[in-house]
């Protein structure tokens, strides 16, 4: 089903500066008084649904039940190969995302390591995208870094599939940047980038693997606005919501964030640094457009 906002995406994306972390209710409320959605109160969305704006702009996708049991045990293993790195990522206090008061154990002390860590061939320190050549991302460094990328393959594999549904022209950027990066990487001798891009099976340059935590409503503004990431979420959980308040939009499992369920939550975010793309050269890819998609209107 299609699901329409009253909203001009391209222009509420203007709307928001980098220093709009989505954390500020008040600026919110006030956002979401001048970009109203169009429907009263909170809509929940529980069928396979696109979201578009009033320009025919898509700007999500939501597809309950896509992933296969076996994808699901592959993404699974994945994490657990990843848990003493999942582990070190938690600290006491600093930023939500790593500050242990959002985490918890899973079912009965038994289930996934808690934790956030990033993969990416190309990652920049935070402040230096402007300053320095990418590197390998520090949980790729280590001598494990090739089983690692054997065993996210399939499923950056099928992410990649979908994408190419979803969003040909962001496809084929990924596509462009990854290719460009490798000839950078060659060209200035980069440390590990190479070897690292030979098994990197991703259109997307970034991976962020999250286990076990609560997410407070946010903007991520490494993304590229008009971009899709893809969230793709398996465990033994209930009760889990992702809600995209700017929206109104509560999705039953642009700020969104992901209440805590109850039992063992893994969730993998692929999407594109636009650093990255910057870097590589390779322009932006605009907005996804309903031409081109068969949708049913509800």
């Known amino acids: 089903m299609t699901v329409k906002i009253q909203i001009d995406i391209a222009r ?17 409320e006030k956002l979401l008084e001048r970009c109203p959605p169009g429907h009263e109160g909170t809509k929940v969305v529980d069928k396979p649904a696109t979201i578009i704006d009033v320009s025919g702009t898509i700007i999500a996708w939501y597809l ?15 994490t657990d190969l ?14 939500w995302r790593y500050n242990q008061e959002w985490f918890k154990q899973g079912s009965e002390n038994v289930g996934s390591t808690p934790g956030c860590i990033n993969l990416s061939p190309a990652w920049f320190q935070q402040g230096h995208e402007n300053l320095s050549d990418p590197e390998v991302s520090a949980s790729l460094k280590g001598p494990s870094s090739e089983n690692i990328l054997k065993a996210i393959a399939r499923p950056a594999a099928i992410a990649s599939a979908a994408l190419r ?14 290719s460009h990066l490798g000839d950078k990487a060659v060209s200035k ?3 590990q980038m190479p070897e690292t891009l030979q098994y990197w099976a991703s259109v997307f340059n970034s991976l962020s ?10 903007r991520d503004h490494l993304s590229i606005p008009e971009c899709f990431d893809i969230l793709t979420t398996v465990g033994n959980y ?4 992702m809600s995209m308040p700017s929206l109104q939009l509560e999705f039953r499992i642009v700020r969104h964030g992901v209440d805590g369920g ?9 999407y594109m640094r636009d650093s990255v793309h910057i870097y590589a050269g390779v322009p932006s890819c605009g907005w996804a457009m309903v031409e081109g998609h068969i949708l049913s209107t509800v």
Do not use: C
């Not at 992933?67 to 994945?78: M, V, W």
């Open 238 to 241: 209930s009760n889990a919501r």
């Open 189 to 191: 001798e980069l440390p």
């Open 165 to 178: 549904v979803m969003h040909p022209q962001q496809y084929f950027a990924g596509l462009r940047a990854l």
């Open 64 to 78: 309950p039940d896509a992933l296969t049991e076996t994808t699901q045990k592959e993404i699974r293993a994945a």
């Open 12 to 28: 509420y994306s203007k709307l928001i500066s980098p220093k709009n972390t989505g954390h500020n209710e008040e600026k919110e």
């Open 262 to 270: 109850e039992g063992d939550r893994i969730a993998w975010a692929w």
């Open 209 to 218: 693997i999250i286990s076990n935590r609560e997410t407070p409503n946010h």
């Open 82 to 95: 990843l848990g003493p790195s999942l582990e070190k990522s938690v600290k006491a206090d600093g930023n």
